[in-house]
């Protein structure tokens, strides 16, 4: 029985144009996240068969598969939800008149302003080597917010901490409307950003038990 499965996305395909083309929505999801929901529960079943025998000659790449395929269906769940059409409200900062001033407050007091923070984290989202990720994510330690670079899906992170906003900076993601212009892309995402749902995912990563107690 699979663990994993591929969830469905939370509206159609034409809904972030003209940010990202149905095309990509629809390739990316249908074809790329279903790729790592599979190789996630490949692996686990690999991983049963070589616990069974054991048999344990293969058990680095087996762990390093875990890690990039279950990462990148972790990633990609988090990133459909991260977005939403201009016309349903996305984009923008959050604001305290959205309902959303704890996040701003938090953004302001981890990067000084929205605009340094934006800066950094399209910085780090376009200037990803190769494949990867820029991702705003909770230190639970310090309790402040962090950009971080994700190489492939997995790398480059502190330990325990929990993405709430990530940019998806593969070719995949763009490819088939912005060329080789990467941060192009990256400029167009900040008009689609779900703050609502960034906001719920900063309240719920702040409420889990911190990693060291004071």
């Not at 990148?72 to 984009?91: A, C, D, F, R, V």
């Not at 991702?135 to 480059?156: C, F, K, M, T, W």
């Amino acid at each position: 029985m699979a663990i994993y499965t591929l969830p469905e996305l939370p509206y159609d395909y034409a809904a972030l144009e003209p940010v990202i083309n149905p095309q990509i929505i629809e390739l990316h999801h249908d074809k790329h996240h279903a790729a790592y929901v599979k190789g996630a529960n490949d692996t686990l079943e690999q991983l049963e068969e070589a616990r069974d025998k054991e048999v344990w000659g293969s058990i680095n790449g087996l762990e390093k598969n875990l890690a990039f395929h279950l990462s990148g269906h972790i990633l990609h769940s988090i990133y459909w939800h991260n977005m939403t059409g201009p016309k349903e409200g996305g984009g923008g900062e959050p604001l305290a008149a959205d309902g959303v001033g704890e996040l701003a407050d938090a953004i302001a007091a981890s990067f000084g302003t929205f605009a340094k923070f934006k800066a950094q984290l399209t910085k780090a989202s376009a200037t990803t080597q190769g494949s990867g990720w820029g991702v705003l994510a909770y230190e639970p330690v310090s309790g402040r917010l962090i950009v971080e670079q994700v190489y492939d899906h997995q790398g480059n992170v502190g330990q325990g901490t929990v993405p709430i906003l990530v940019f998806d900076a593969w070719e995949h993601a763009f490819y088939l409307q912005y060329k080789n212009q990467k941060v192009d892309f990256i400029e167009a995402m900040w008009q689609v950003v779900n703050w609502q749902d960034v906001a719920a995912r900063y309240a719920q990563a702040k409420d889990r038990t911190p990693l060291i107690a004071p």
